[in-house]
Each structure stands twice: as structure tokens, then as C-alpha cells.
């Protein structure tokens, strides 16, 4: 099992950056695929990235893609989602979610979820 922790969410002014962070507990956390979503109000919960089991591999949202950057370190069982360029439209509630898959950014594949942290973007 693995409990997920996001931090470092915020308030930021458009063109702006923030990194978030995902602190996992469990010995088994290289073993697990991990993602990153987001959710906007009123919206469904969307895939932004995700990395694989070894950190190697990295898949992105088209939207986010040259903006946002995923990386893991398996040794300090965290996850970071460093986001430059920020639009109001990144404005959401984003998730940190752990997968037994080796690397996949269906939502349905991730079996873990953190509570979520506010990422807000004004303009």
C-alpha cells in the first residue's frame, strides 16, 4: 500500500512557476508507476504527466507539454511537477497518483491518490 502527500501548491500571476511535490510512504514505491492529474471546478480529472517505475520515461498532456516537467527520486520516495510558463487555464486541484503499471496516464490504472493541492493562476 502507499499513501501519497502533495505539497506546494499556491497562487501565482500567469507566466509564473511553481513546483509541486508528492512525498510517498511504503517500501515499494520504485515498484509503482507514477502520474500527476489535475482538476478544474466542474470539470472531469485529466491526465497532466506521468513517469515510470525507473524515472526514466515521461509522458505529458498536450497541453502541458514543453511547459511542465515530471521527475522521481525512488531514493527519497517523491515526485515532483515543476510548472513554468503557467497559464489561467492550469488553474485546478492537482493530484499525485501512484499505478502498478510500469508507466500509463489512464486514470483508471492508478490505484492510489493523494488529497489534492490548489494550484491557482491569475491574469
Do not use: H
Not at 508528492?22 to 466542474?42: D, E, V
Amino acid at each position: 500500500q502507499v499513501q501519497l502527500a502533495e505539497s506546494g501548491g499556491g497562487l501565482v500571476q500567469a507566466g509564473g512557476s511553481l513546483s509541486l511535490s508528492c512525498a510517498a510512504s511504503g517500501r515499494t514505491f520504485s515498484s509503482y508507476g507514477m502520474g500527476w492529474f489535475r482538476q478544474a471546478p466542474g470539470k472531469e480529472r485529466e491526465f497532466v504527466a506521468a513517469v515510470s517505475t525507473g524515472g526514466w520515461t515521461r509522458y505529458y498532456a498536450d497541453s502541458v507539454k514543453g511547459r511542465f516537467t515530471i521527475s522521481r527520486d525512488n531514493a527519497k520516495n517523491t515526485v515532483i511537477l515543476q510548472m513554468n510558463s503557467l497559464k489561467p487555464e492550469d488553474t485546478a486541484v492537482y493530484y499525485c497518483a501512484a499505478s502498478v503499471r510500469v508507466l500509463t496516464s489512464i486514470k483508471s490504472d492508478y490505484t492510489y491518490w493523494g488529497q489534492g493541492t490548489q494550484v491557482t493562476v491569475s491574469s
